[in-house]
């Protein structure tokens, strides 16, 4: 019996992370100009998720001198779709940093040549209540062209981890 139970749970975990196709951020580059290989863009766009079911987006657009990067604000309604008792200032922040993270990786990687892969990056946040976290991971696949224009998908998991003790 414990054997069916655990293949069960086995089962509904692979089900439930493969049912998950929508990234959290879409990163969109496009006519960069001669500054596209070093990703410098004049117009940074970024809308939060609206309901936290839509992507938040991040447009970088034009020929310029600005980096293409999430700003430090919040992530909108990211956290509705998450874990209580979060500490959300944390939680944006250690988001933020991650995703400008992989935008970072994903152009060292392209300038080196390989434009399309993935980075994960886990995060471990307290939560309100003292000793326990919660884990976040942050995950990115993009596919460049030549001149490192395309698109950066953003995928953020959780794992709550309020059951330990």
């Keep these: 019996m414990k054997k069916i139970f655990l293949l069960a749970a086995v089962f509904c975990m692979a089900l439930t992370l493969s049912a998950r196709e929508q990234p959290n951020v879409i990163v969109h580059k496009s006519n960069g100009g001669y500054l596209a290989w070093l990703n410098l863009y004049n117009d940074i766009d970024y809308t939060p998720s609206p ?67 993935s980075k994960s990056i886990t995060l471990s ?18 596919r460049y062209n030549q001149y490192g224009e395309g698109d950066l998908y953003i995928f953020i998991s959780v794992f709550d981890d309020s059951h330990r003790y």
């Design 51 to 117: 309901d936290g079911i839509e992507p938040a987006r991040l447009n970088c657009t034009g020929s310029g001198w600005s980096f293409c990067r999430v700003p430090h604000i919040s992530m909108g309604s990211f956290q509705s779709s998450f874990t209580p008792n979060q500490n959300w200032t944390a939680v944006n922040k250690a988001c933020v940093s991650a995703i400008n993270e992989i935008i970072e990786f994903s152009e060292a990687r392209s300038r080196a040549g390989n434009n399309q892969g």
């Design 125 to 142: 946040v307290p939560t309100q209540n003292r000793g326990i976290n919660t884990t976040y991971v942050v995950k990115g696949e993009w």
